[in-house]
């Protein structure tokens, strides 16, 4: 569909200003962005051709755009205006994209809900009742709606395949490094990953394209070159061994999600792909949330200091500086955000460090390990990305210590864990809601990722999907 | 009762780079407030850290000439706390792999030459200045991010003299090098003085106090002696000393508290995930160490050698840096070496200082130094006609000139007695 786009040239304004007026419409039912960019004035000062040539594309808001109020969906944030434009902006605006929305948010990137959002919770355009899941949330719904065919998200645990499953898109996070995090507002540095949702592979292919390759500002980008992965697309599952995530799949409850996975992969071996059975250690995967819960908000509650209303941000008054950082963070952010310091700051004190904070690192090493062993015999580790279609809005009913909720919601994180390739495509319609299937692949072979994820969507049929909304 | 005390010193030490420590914007003193940052400076959402390179060379250079032994695996850490002038929220340091460890330098004091070693040097980031007014505080960014070298001493120090000869010589080497200002009141180079006394002969510790911000070198003796005394004297009136952070006030001459230590602060140490590990090149620390500038202790044995100096002068020639290059350049026409190290000690300095001016300001030539000295050698003025073209020649004047214009005026004085 981009490049379609991106060929038609005459209707570049046209498209544009209709996404722009279609994102403004379903503001009113979705609430999926936070803010809307008219974008008359990108539009005079487009560059000649580019991958993304008048594309029309959504940004979450944890992207800073310069002169465009950038919050990451947090109130401490809600009047602040970067001077400068993430890696990823300019990589975007080089190709020709013209970006129409800032997109909700889970506040500063925490929470799979998209519910936490100082601008209240998005809503999911399959069904208005229901999450989009988070916590880049509104960047899906912006995507699933038909607005626009590609938006940016941040993925720490699994924020944007999760939500790329509720709302049935395609949601990659592609190798750590791949795509530069420089002025992505984090949330966790060694789980960052920016990535993207499109309603095809092979719009996930020129996206990644586009976004892809070394950024001296970021140091933990990659110097690899970067394939052309539409020409390299291959579907062709000859010879591809895949790995069923055996500890989720035996965690399953729902029974529709269950026949959807079995037939998907009877259907991959019809295609010619050899599927075996893989289980990692269970003690592994139940301390897989507690370990990432650790590191992440160890990490999110040292990258959130800079946060304290003196510089930049929602400032309130107080008698001293430290008055005035008290005052400006204790207003500034939700009850999760500050529940989530207190546990990182907790496991970062020096008597904690070495029971909290390392040992979460040495479990992380182990789960990486594990995949490794896993990757090295197969090309692909799957699995369905979620139980159930998304949760109602008003769910309760989760059980956090139960195997399904530790293993099933939260398995993922393994891509963000050992920074792989990670995408959700989706799999299968229940009750008129989506589910997405999760691929996780080894270090920087994206390539095999997409083939594969093609291969799905050839069986599915569902390219291009686009959410009615009523 | 007597006393002895233990000194320990950590020196931070602005680098001399281009750029700042984790960022592109410029590093400069005296530029009008917050016009040398940018987003990464200021601590914006979503930037990120890129090791300024140029710092991490001029650290080595450090570690080259305090003999620390260097760890070719750079990697940093962050240190979390909340305080205004801290823009992240956390100093990006290296607490767990300092650059360099277990070094040396040699002292001269009253009491002969004394080794002072050297525990670690590491690199990390300045923060912002604060100016605190009446009713508000003032920052200005321009400092913070500056790259910064701490160089922390073993506790081998045991008076103001040593401590005060450890700092000078720390700052005479690193001035050699060209790594660092090394200006104390401006900041360049900053001093905290950790000091406790207890008494001789005990092989334990007293209570450890600090002495921030001391603004010149002769203050780091001054402060120490107060301290010892004051320390002495609670003790002596069997008070109790307290862990206390004070500062040396150069009016009164006193240390005053500042704050009482209730324990000691978690910084909540943790790697700096941003910053991948960066292996050194062995070849690119050789060639670093190879092209380093000359030492002071390089230049006082070539002295030594070259122009047969005595001990004496040498040391008071090389603790002028300026001065020591201004001889070099006399010597290019000069022969005698003594006798231009005694112009340049004596009537060149004592004119300097009456003018108030520095040798880099002065109109003297060095080669007309030389020609003055020659004339002298050569017999063709005493030394009272050398004296008294002293003011023509820090003028600028060609001796040669004044002289033969001195001459021809008083032959002419002569030549109209004549009837």
Not at chain 1, 208 to 234: I, K
Not at chain 1, 336 to 357: A, D, H, M, T, W
Not at chain 2, 160 to 181: F, I, K, M, N, W
């Amino acid at each position: 569909m981009i490049k379609e786009m991106a060929k038609d040239v005459a209707n570049v304004k046209e498209r544009c200003q209709e996404a722009y007026q279609k994102a403004v419409v379903l503001q009113e039912k979705l609430n999926d962005a936070i803010t809307l960019v008219d974008p008359s004035e990108q539009l005079e000062s487009l560059p000649e051709g580019g991958l993304f040539h008048g594309v029309p594309i959504a940004l979450k808001d944890n992207v800073s755009t310069k002169g465009i109020l950038t919050t990451a969906g947090s109130r401490i944030l809600s009047n602040y205006v970067p001077v400068f434009d993430a890696e990823v902006v300019t990589k975007l605006k080089k190709e020709g994209a013209v970006i129409i929305a800032k997109a909700s948010m889970d506040e500063l990137a925490m929470g799979g809900t998209n519910l936490t959002c100082y601008t209240g919770p998005s809503l999911n355009p399959w069904d208005t009742k229901r999450m989009t899941g988070g916590s880049s949330g509104g960047s899906a719904a912006l995507v699933a709606s038909g607005v626009v065919p590609m938006a940016i998200g941040s993925d720490t645990g699994d924020s944007i395949r999760k939500p790329a499953s509720f709302c049935g898109i395609v949601g990659v996070k592609p190798t750590y490094g791949r795509i530069s995090r420089y002025g992505i507002i984090p949330y966790a540095s060694s789980l960052d990953h920016v990535g993207f949702f499109t309603r095809s592979i092979e719009d996930a292919c020129i996206s990644l394209q586009a976004l892809a390759g070394r950024d001296d500002r970021d140091m933990t980008s990659s110097y690899r070159e970067v394939p052309d992965y539409l020409s390299l697309l291959d579907s062709d599952l000859t010879d591809k061994k895949i790995a069923i995530f055996g500890n989720v799949q035996d965690a399953l409850t729902n029974e529709t999600t269950k026949d959807l996975f079995t037939n998907l992969m009877k259907q991959l071996e019809k295609k010619g792909a050899k599927v075996d059975v893989f289980h990692f250690s269970e003690d592994l995967m139940k301390a897989m949330l507690p370990t990432y819960y650790l590191i992440a908000n160890c990490e999110a509650t040292s990258n959130h200091s800079n946060l304290d209303g003196i510089r930049f941000g929602v400032h309130e008054k107080g008698d001293s500086m430290e008055e005035i950082m008290t005052n400006s963070r204790t207003k500034g952010f939700g009850l999760l955000i500050r529940k989530r310091f207190v546990i990182g700051s907790y496991g970062l004190f020096e008597e904690n460090q070495e029971k909290l904070f390392k040992k979460a690192q040495k479990v992380r090493r182990l789960i990486v390990d594990e995949l490794n062993e896993c990757l090295k015999e197969y090309d692909c580790l799957i699995a369905p990305a979620s139980n159930d279609i998304a949760p109602l809005l008003n769910d309760t009913s989760r059980d956090e210590l139960s195997d399904g909720y530790l293993i099933v919601e939260n398995h993922m994180v393994i891509g963000n864990f050992s920074g792989y390739p990670s995408m959700t495509v989706p799999m299968g319609m229940m009750d008129g809601c989506p589910i997405g299937v999760n691929l996780t692949c080894r270090a920087f072979d994206e390539v095999t990722m997409f083939g594969i994820g093609k291969a799905i969507e050839d069986i599915t049929g569902y390219k291009d999907l686009t959410a009615e909304v009523k | 009762m007597e006393y002895q005390a233990t000194i320990g010193i950590e020196i931070h030490c602005e680098l001399k780079t281009n750029t700042k420590m984790f960022s592109g914007a410029p590093c400069s003193f005296g530029r009008k407030a917050n016009t040398c940052t940018n987003e990464i400076d200021l601590g914006q959402p979503g930037t990120m850290p890129c090791v300024n390179m140029e710092a991490v060379a001029k650290a080595i250079e450090a570690c080259t000439a305090l003999h620390l032994t260097i760890d070719p695996l750079v990697k940093f850490d962050r240190k979390n706390y909340y305080y205004s002038d801290l823009p992240k929220g956390f100093q990006i340091t290296q607490q767990f792999h300092p650059i360099g460890r277990d070094g040396y330098i040699m002292i001269h004091t009253s009491e002969g030459e004394k080794k002072i070693r050297i525990n670690r040097i590491h690199m990390e980031e300045d923060t912002a200045k604060q100016f605190h007014l009446t009713s508000k505080t003032l920052l200005d960014y321009n400092r913070a991010g500056t790259p910064l070298i701490e160089i922390v001493s073993e506790p081998d120090m045991k008076n103001g003299e040593e401590a005060q000869a450890y700092v000078e010589a720390l700052r005479q080497t690193l001035l050699y090098l060209g790594v660092s200002d090394v200006k104390m009141e401006e900041g360049s180079m900053r001093c905290d003085v950790n000091i406790s006394i207890a008494p001789k002969g005990s092989s334990t510790l007293g209570t450890k106090n600090e002495i921030k911000n001391i603004n010149s070198i002769s203050n780091v003796g001054k402060a120490i002696e107060y301290e010892i005394k004051r320390q002495a004297d609670l003790l002596d009136r069997g008070e109790e000393i307290h862990q206390e952070t004070r500062r040396y006030d150069d009016k009164t001459g006193e240390t005053i508290l500042m704050r009482r230590k209730e324990g000691t602060v978690d910084y909540k140490f943790f790697p700096e995930p941003n910053i991948v590990p960066i292996r050194l090149d062995e070849k690119w620390i050789q060639n670093i160490q190879a092209n380093m500038n000359e030492l002071p202790e390089e230049r006082e044995k070539r002295y030594a050698e070259t122009y047969g100096l005595s001990q004496h002068d040498i040391k008071i020639l090389i603790g002028n840096k300026d001065m020591s290059e201004f001889f070099e350049e006399v010597m290019k026409s000069a022969k005698d070496a003594k006798n231009v190290c005694n112009w340049l000690l004596s009537d060149v300095s004592g004119w300097l200082n009456k003018h108030g001016e520095t040798i880099t300001t002065t109109k003297l030539q060095p080669q007309n130094l030389a020609k003055l000295i020659a004339m002298i050698d050569d017999g063709k003025i005493s030394s009272k006609q050398a004296k008294e073209v002293v003011d023509d020649l820090m003028e600028g004047k060609d001796p040669e000139e004044v002289i033969k214009e001195r001459v021809l005026n008083k032959s002419r004085m002569l030549d109209s007695l004549i009837p």
